[in-house]
Structure formats: C-alpha cells, structure tokens
T-cell receptor, first 112, second 116 residues
C-alpha cells in the first residue's frame, strides 16, 4: 500500500507539552505533507517537506523527513488546547503526483 | 488565500433521490479538484480526480454512474450522488489544487450526507 501509516493512533497530552507524531511509508516520494482535521471539518494543509529536505519549521511545527528510513515526524511544541484535532500524513501516489493518499490519522487531545 | 467552499454542509435525503454537492475555489483557479469520502474514524478515500473541461478519473471500485462529477469551470466542481442509498451516507470532502502553488491541496469544509 502506498499510504502512510501514522503512529501513535491516539495521543493525549497536557497543554504546554510537546506532541510528536510519526508517519512511515513504503514507496519513494518526492514530498510528504501533513494535514490537520478538526472534528467534522475539512483538512487544513500544515506543511510540505520535499524529499531533499531533512527538516522544516513553521511556527510551532517542526517536520523531519528521513528518506532512508521512509519516515517522517511532526512535532508540535508548546501544545495548546486548540491543537486538539486529527493529524494526517499524505504522500503522493506513485506516477500521479497530484494525487495524495492519506493514512488513518492520529487523534491528538490536548488537555487544558 | 486558497479558500475552498462546499455546499451544502449537511444534507438529508430520502433513499432513491439524488443529491448534488458543490465545491468552489473562491480565490484561485483550481487546476485539479478531488473528491474524497471519509467514514467515521477512518482515513480519506479518494473517489475521483477531475480537471476542468475533461471527464473525471475515478478510483477503482467507485461507480462513475452513481457518483457523477462535473468540473465545468476552473472554480467549480460538482458531485452528484444518484439514487442515493443509506450506505451512501458519509462525509464527502472536496479539495482543489492549483499547479502553480505546488503539491498542496486545499480542502473544503466537507458535506455530511445522510440518506434515510
């Protein structure tokens, strides 16, 4: 399967703590993306990391990519209750770079 | 920027009727639009990819006669669920992509369809 697999499936932390979420995949990719979905809503694009990048930052988000291990991690620092959501990694479909496949997602709960 | 809207946000219809869902890119021209279906606590399942002015490309297992997709303009795509059945009840989400923006997709807020 081309889709990424996120780990853990669910994560519960206290506000202020850091949240680390992982994604593993099996195919060669030229980019990997992370999205957030609030309950009952559409997805919001968070960050894209290209295959020639190892780390990328955006505000409190830090994404790493290890193409040798075929894995990526999303770190949210100093979490807030508003970060409570589902997080998905998405990888391009081989041969069809405009299409994405999504993992099952990680449910993050940030306790105030 | 890169806002995508969907209408309606919720719809309840009777079994056997058809329902149309609209997806619009509000501030950019979408090179490609995608339609997904999401079951509770499940990932998104890509149903089809559509490019403006051409026929949609459906994923394996998705009935094109049941899920009609029209991409009439660079800012509008519609999904019509024909002869809806209770098993079609789901959360349908569209996304749009503009080639000049890169690989990111911009998602609509989703439509909750309930077929009674």
């Amino acid at each position: 399967s081309q889709q990424g697999e996120e780990d853990p499936q669910a994560l519960s932390i206290q506000e202020g703590e850091n949240a680390t979420m992982n994604c593993s995949y099996k195919t060669s990719i030229n980019n990997l993306q992370w999205y957030r979905q609030n309950s009952g809503r559409g997805l919001v694009h968070l960050i894209l990391i290209r295959s020639n990048e190892r780390e990328k930052h955006s505000g409190r988000l830090r994404v790493t990519l290890d193409t040798s291990k075929k894995s990526s991690s999303l770190l949210i620092t100093a979490s807030r209750a508003a970060d409570t959501a589902s997080y998905f990694c998405a990888i391009p479909v081989t041969g069809a770079n405009s299409k994405l496949t999504f993992g099952k997602g990680i449910t993050l709960s940030v306790r105030p | 920027g890169a806002v995508v809207s969907q209408h309606p946000s919720r719809v309840i219809c009777k079994s056997g009727t058809s329902v149309k869902i609209e997806c619009r890119s509000l501030d950019f021209q979408a090179t490609t639009m995608f339609w997904y279906r999401q079951f509770p606590k499940k990932s998104l399942m890509l149903m089809a990819t559509s490019n403006e002015g051409s026929k949609a490309t459906y994923e394996q297992g998705v009935e094109k006669d049941k899920f009609l997709i029209n991409h009439a303009s660079l800012t509008l795509s519609t999904l019509t669920v024909t002869s809806a059945h209770p098993e079609d009840s789901s959360f349908y989400i569209c996304s749009a992509r503009f080639q000049g923006f890169g690989y990111e997709q911009y998602f609509g807020p989703g439509t909750r369809l309930t077929v009674t």
